[in-house]
C-alpha cells in the first residue's frame, strides 16, 4: 500500500505542478472544473447513491452551480464557505451524534457536496488568477503535501493517542502536531526563500497554521462521510490513495480557508 502511494504520489505530483505552471488561467480553470465534476461524481457514493441516472443528475446540478458562481463575487462565496467550516469542525467532533438528520438524508448529504466542492474550485481559480497566483498555489500545495505527509509517517512511527476515534482510528494527536509544525516550517522556508520583511512573518505563519488545520478537518469530514456510507474509499481511480476525493479532501477545505485568509491578510496589511 506505501508503495503504491508513493508511485501515485511520483506521477500526481510533476503533473499538478505542470498544469499549475504551463496552463493559463482559463484552461486551468476548465480542467479544474472538468476535476471537481469528477469528485461529484465520487461525492454521490458518499451519498448513497446507486442509479447511474441520479448520479449523473447530481453531476449536472453540481455543473449548473459552478457556472453560476462565476457570477458572485469570490469573497462571498469563501465567506459562505468558511461558515460551513465551522459546521463540519463541529460536526466531526460531535460524530456520531447529530449524525441522524444529515446521515439520513440524500439531499443533505448532495447539499453538503455543493458547500464542499464549489468553494474550493472558486479558491483555486480565484488564487491562480493574482498576480502572484501560480507562487500562491505552490505555496498551498507546499502546505498540504508537507502535513499530510509528515501526519502519515510520525502517525505510523509514534502515534499513540486517537485524534478522532469514531471518525478516523488512524490519525493521531502525535500525526496532527507534526502537521501544525511542519505548516511553520514550510510557512517559514518560504518566507526566507522570498524574502518576506519580518513583520509580516508571524501573520503569514498563522495562516498557514490555520491552513493546515482546516486541511485536517476536511479530511476527517470526507472520513465521516465514507463511515456514514459504509464505504472504505470514495472511489478506486489512484491507486494506494482510492478515489479522487480521497486525494483531494484536505484541499477541499484548506483552498478558501487559505484564499480568504489572504484576502483579509491584504486588507489588514495594506
Given at each position: 500500500m506505501l508503495k503504491q502511494r508513493i508511485l501515485t504520489a511520483l506521477i500526481l505530483i510533476p503533473f499538478t505542478l505542470a498544469l499549475l505552471v504551463y496552463l493559463p488561467p482559463a484552461g486551468f480553470c476548465i480542467v479544474t472544473l472538468l476535476m471537481t465534476l469528477a469528485a461529484a461524481g465520487e461525492w454521490s457514493n458518499l451519498m448513497g447513491v446507486k442509479r447511474v441516472s441520479r448520479r449523473i443528475l447530481y453531476v449536472g446540478i453540481i455543473l449548473f452551480l459552478m457556472i453560476d458562481a462565476l457570477f458572485i463575487p469570490a469573497p462571498v462565496i469563501l465567506a459562505i464557505a468558511f461558515i460551513w467550516w465551522l459546521w463540519a469542525t463541529v460536526a466531526v467532533l460531535r460524530y456520531p451524534r447529530g449524525s441522524q438528520g444529515w446521515g439520513r438524508s440524500v439531499l443533505l448529504r448532495g447539499l453538503m457536496g455543493v458547500f464542499v466542492l464549489i468553494p474550493c474550485w472558486v479558491a483555486?481559480?480565484?488564487?491562480?488568477?493574482?498576480?502572484?497566483?501560480?507562487?500562491?498555489?505552490?505555496?498551498?500545495?507546499?502546505?498540504?503535501?508537507?502535513?499530510?505527509?509528515?501526519?502519515?509517517?510520525v502517525g505510523k512511527k509514534w502515534g499513540k493517542t486517537k485524534l478522532a476515534p469514531e471518525v478516523s482510528p488512524?490519525?493521531?494527536?502525535?500525526?496532527?502536531?507534526?502537521?501544525?509544525?511542519?505548516?511553520?516550517?514550510?510557512?517559514?522556508?518560504?518566507?526566507?526563500?522570498?524574502?518576506?520583511?519580518?513583520?509580516?512573518?508571524?501573520?503569514?505563519?498563522?495562516?498557514?497554521?490555520?491552513?493546515?488545520?482546516?486541511?485536517?478537518?476536511?479530511?476527517?469530514?470526507?472520513?465521516?462521510?465514507?463511515?456514514?456510507?459504509?464505504?472504505?474509499?470514495?472511489?478506486?481511480?489512484?491507486?494506494?490513495?482510492?478515489?479522487?476525493?480521497?486525494?483531494?479532501?484536505?484541499?477541499?477545505?484548506?483552498?478558501?480557508?487559505?484564499?480568504?485568509?489572504?484576502?483579509?491578510?491584504?486588507?489588514?496589511?495594506?
Open positions: 483555486i481559480n480565484y488564487i491562480r488568477m493574482q498576480s502572484d497566483g501560480v507562487f500562491d498555489l505552490l505555496f498551498l500545495f507546499l502546505l498540504i503535501w508537507g502535513a499530510d505527509s509528515v501526519a502519515y509517517f488512524g490519525k493521531s494527536v502525535q500525526g496532527f502536531a507534526a502537521a501544525m509544525l511542519s505548516a511553520i516550517g514550510i510557512a517559514a522556508a518560504a518566507l526566507a526563500f522570498w524574502k518576506v520583511p519580518l513583520p509580516i512573518w508571524p501573520w503569514v505563519i498563522a495562516l498557514a497554521m490555520v491552513t493546515v488545520l482546516f486541511s485536517v478537518v476536511g479530511d476527517l469530514c470526507e472520513s465521516m462521510l465514507k463511515r456514514q456510507a459504509g464505504l472504505k474509499d470514495s472511489g478506486s481511480l489512484l491507486p494506494g490513495h482510492g478515489g479522487l476525493l480521497d486525494r483531494i479532501d484536505s484541499l477541499t477545505a484548506a483552498a478558501p480557508i487559505f484564499a480568504l485568509g489572504a484576502i483579509l491578510l491584504g486588507v489588514f496589511l495594506g
